[in-house]
């Protein structure tokens, strides 16, 4: 879906670019979707009851859409990152400070609803692992 609501007909509405009904929760889109544009992945399901041996499981109706995707080709614009230092050399054997400003993305992640317009930056130290970080600037 272009837009967050729930199709009734998906023929009919301009906004839905695909519908598929299954039985296992497994879809995969056959339809190409367009770069750095905003979608949403709505579901819908019947009241329902599994009948299992020793008793009956049942599930309420759902009618839902997320809070959006996109499939973001273009980078962020870079901004500023400073380690604190003193002279060029770090001052501690186990934290690092670091600050970063002026990152920009063309996706505004807090459309999405994270607090910044990007959701999050890594940092490598030396060569063997990953840290994630939380962005504290817009």
Request: hydrophobic share 35%; glycine share 4%; proline share 4%.
């Amino acid at each position: 879906m272009t837009s967050t609501h729930v199709p009734t007909d998906c023929d009919l509405d301009v906004e839905c670019i695909v519908s598929i009904t299954t039985n296992n929760g497994l879809i995969v889109f056959d339809r190409k979707v367009e770069v750095n544009t905003r979608y949403f992945i709505c579901a819908q399901s019947n009241a329902s009851a599994i009948e299992r041996e020793w008793f009956t499981e049942k599930f309420n109706s759902i009618s839902s859409c997320s809070n959006g995707f996109v499939i973001d080709t273009i980078p962020p614009k870079s901004g500023h990152v400073f380690v604190k230092n003193n002279k060029g050399f770090l001052t501690s054997r186990t934290d690092v400070m670091v600050h970063w400003d002026a990152f920009a993305d063309n996706i505004y992640a807090d459309d999405f609803g994270y607090p910044a317009s990007i959701k999050e930056y890594y940092i490598s130290c030396g060569n063997c692992y990953f840290i994630p970080l939380k962005s504290n600037s817009k």
